[in-house]
């Protein structure tokens, strides 16, 4: 599989895919095309959006990179960034989600961000141990959601030119 960047002729398969994970019960925020194209991949704060495409061409899974932006709705800390990720049930627990996050670590890299936050609802036990296994660590709660915060280390920071 290779990771590689959203592009609008991809809309119609991940939104495909969406609706798959929300009849699930998997997701519940809208899966429609329109969607897909204003949250995601075409976002005014976005910094990555990636997608994993099979060897065959078929599209496995999508994760998104955004900046924080004042009054963002999920109460995140201006300037940390934000993600959320979306894996084709189909290709769940094949390292879809690890392939991702490799990519969208460059870029919060290349963009300087010092954190990372995902907001996750409190009774998914894959998104909870997904962000977790990527290196995600709890720092708040709330009744409904779990909020995990990626510190990238001085170590990781971009090299200054
Ligand atoms: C959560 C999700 C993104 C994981 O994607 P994935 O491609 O299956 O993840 P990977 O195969 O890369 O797994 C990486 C690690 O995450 C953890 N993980 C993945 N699926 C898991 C599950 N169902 N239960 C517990 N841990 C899980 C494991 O530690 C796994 O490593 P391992 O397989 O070596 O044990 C995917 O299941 C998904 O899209 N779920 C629906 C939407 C969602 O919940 N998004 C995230 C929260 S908003």
């Not at 955004?66 to 300037?79: D, F, I, L």
């Amino acid at each position: 599989m290779k990771v590689r960047d959203a592009v609008l002729a991809d809309v119609e398969e991940i939104s495909s895919f969406l609706q798959e994970l929300a009849a699930l019960g998997k997701r519940s925020l809208p899966s429609d095309e329109t969607y897909v194209i204003s949250q995601y991949i075409a976002h005014s704060d976005n910094i990555r959006c990636s997608v994993v495409e099979d060897v065959d061409g078929t599209l496995l899974g999508l994760q998104v990179l955004k900046w924080a932006s004042e009054g963002n709705t999920y109460g995140v800390t201006p300037g940390w960034g934000m993600i959320g990720t979306h894996v084709r049930p189909s290709a769940g627990r094949r390292g879809v989600g690890r392939a991702l996050f490799a990519a969208t670590l460059d870029a919060a890299r290349q963009a300087g961000l010092e954190k990372i936050d995902a907001t996750i609802g409190a009774s998914n036990p894959e998104g909870l141990g997904y962000y977790e296994a990527v290196g995600f660590r709890t720092y708040k709660t709330n009744e409904s959601s779990v909020s995990k915060c990626f510190e990238l280390t001085e170590a990781t920071a971009p090299v200054q030119k």
